[in-house]
């Protein structure tokens, strides 16, 4: 631009001197001739302002040029960051279906609940009221027995009464069992109620249109519902003549393995299974073998048990503890690996309440395991749902609840069942294995947990 107004103030002063010169006195025109060129200094001052205006020119249209290329790298960049945005958009929508259709899901689920519920109302009222008739009819038949019986003393002349009378208490025993069955089922669809009810308010509070990781994740781990260990209570607990466990048991003369009722000293009264293979009596408290069984359960199942003793279980704390407080006991690990090799440690062992999270105290006494299980330390019991303190997330990391040290990667036999080189070493890392004194971990194709008196003769 300076260049111009340079150019433009050079133009005048050149023609304002052509003016002059034209405009001489006559003598000077009659004696030179009239030129018919402009003179070469005006001629250089003319050409100087042109190169001067050209690079002028020249170095607007670069800046200009300059300009324009910020400009389009601008819309370049507002274009992908709309492209960008756009396609947050579609992510954002896609996941608000997902979550309308889980929605949907969960209300579905929630009416079907509760029909279920108004059902299982209707029948226990009517078993209630069923139950009140009964009753009320085996009140009477009582008054008809005693009448009977006082007027005709002797068990032996009334036999149609007899009969009629433990007719009458199986049937009121078994409307008993059913009430009991109708209680804990409706327990179970009330939790589960409870569970959808929360999942919703969670939904709720997160909003539909801005959904987060945060509330997804809040969804992958609900209390789990898994039913308890199958045969582990008896309604026999009028017995008084119940062996104490496997070993009491084995010495009165039963040296087949199988389930078998006992009393704990605390009067307790459970099924356990009594293994004898070896020669020896042996109370099961955990078997693995095939992976039926999800063992990643909550503390309350693995308080009081899990499984089938037909296949895999978890025969519960509460019960090992009820029985190890009776005598001093011997702990024993039978491992088989996918070579079907097998191995075998025993220890000794202590093992606390409910209020020390089950910790157990062991010493090695025999076997062919090293470092099966740390030795000489206090092992507290943590789940998922239940950490020790000092117990890190060993349960969260590695599945499955069990006895952890103070650190976690150590030996796990209630982590997930895998199957050799079906996984990455991470998903080993969280199988079922124990770790040998150079660190390798050994993947285990099945495991027993056994526990037994130190003196066989105890419980005789």
């Not at 400009?71 to 958009?89: C, R, V």
């Not at 929605?103 to 009416?111: A, G, Y």
């Not at 008739?133 to 002797?154: A, C, F, R, W």
């Not at 025969?315 to 690996?337: H, T």
Request: with cysteine; hydrophobic share 30%.
């Amino acid at each position: 631009m300076h260049t111009i107004k340079i150019f433009l103030f050079i133009v005048p002063l050149v023609i304002s001197s052509r003016i002059d010169t034209d405009n001489s006195p006559l003598d000077s025109i009659s004696s030179e001739p009239k030129s018919r060129f402009a003179m070469l200094d005006d001629v250089k001052i003319l050409a100087n302002g042109l190169l001067q205006l050209g690079h002028g020119l020249k170095d607007f249209v670069h800046k200009t040029k300059g300009q324009i290329n910020d400009i389009f790298q601008k819309l370049n960049i507002f274009d992908q960051s709309f492209y960008d945005l756009s396609l947050q958009t579609n992510e954002i929508r896609e996941e608000e279906k997902e979550l309308r259709r889980t929605t949907s899901k969960l209300r579905v689920r929630n009416e079907e609940v509760k029909n279920m519920s108004l059902e299982l109302n209707s029948k226990l009222e009517n078993l209630l009221e069923e139950k009140t008739v009964l009753q009320q009819k085996v009140s009477t038949l009582e008054e008809q027995l005693m009448n009977l019986l006082q007027s005709q003393p002797g068990p032996q002349e009334h036999p149609e009464v007899t009969s009629l009378k433990s007719f009458v208490e199986q049937q009121d025993n078994s409307i008993k069992d059913l009430l009991q069955t109708v209680e804990e089922q409706y327990k179970q669809l009330s939790q589960q109620h409870s569970q959808i009810k929360e999942i919703e308010n969670q939904l709720r509070k997160t909003g539909i249109q801005e959904p987060t990781e945060n509330s997804l994740s809040s969804k992958s781990r609900a209390p789990r519902t898994t039913p308890p260990l199958q045969l582990n209570e008896t309604k026999n607990i009028e017995q008084d003549d119940l062996p104490a466990d496997c070993s009491a048991i084995y010495n009165r003369g039963e040296h087949t393995s199988g389930v078998y009722a006992i009393r704990t000293s605390n009067s307790q009264v459970f099924n356990v299974y009594c293994d004898t293979q070896s020669g020896s009596p042996w109370t099961l408290i955990q078997h693995r073998k095939d992976g039926s069984q999800d063992f990643n359960e909550t503390w309350e199942n693995y308080k009081n048990g899990f499984g089938r003793f037909d296949g895999e279980f978890w025969l519960g704390l509460e019960k090992i503890y009820a029985i190890v407080q009776q005598s001093n006991y011997i702990l024993r690990l039978e491992l088989q690996d996918w070579k079907d090799s097998k191995h075998y440690v025993e220890y000794s062992l202590r093992l606390g309440s409910h209020e020390t999270n089950y910790t157990l105290h062991l010493a090695k006494t025999a076997g062919n395991v090293p470092e099966a299980l740390p030795e000489h330390g206090d092992l507290m019991f943590s789940t998922w749902d239940h950490r020790a303190k000092g117990q890190l997330y060993c349960p969260e990391s590695y599945a499955g609840g069990w006895w952890w040290y103070d650190v976690c990667g150590e030996n796990n036999l209630n982590g997930k069942y895998n199957k050799p080189r079906a996984k990455s070493k991470p998903d080993r890392r969280r199988g079922i294995y124990w770790r040998s004194q150079n660190g390798k971990l050994h993947s285990i194709k099945s495991s027993k947990i056994m526990i037994q008196p130190t003196d066989l003769e105890s419980f005789e």
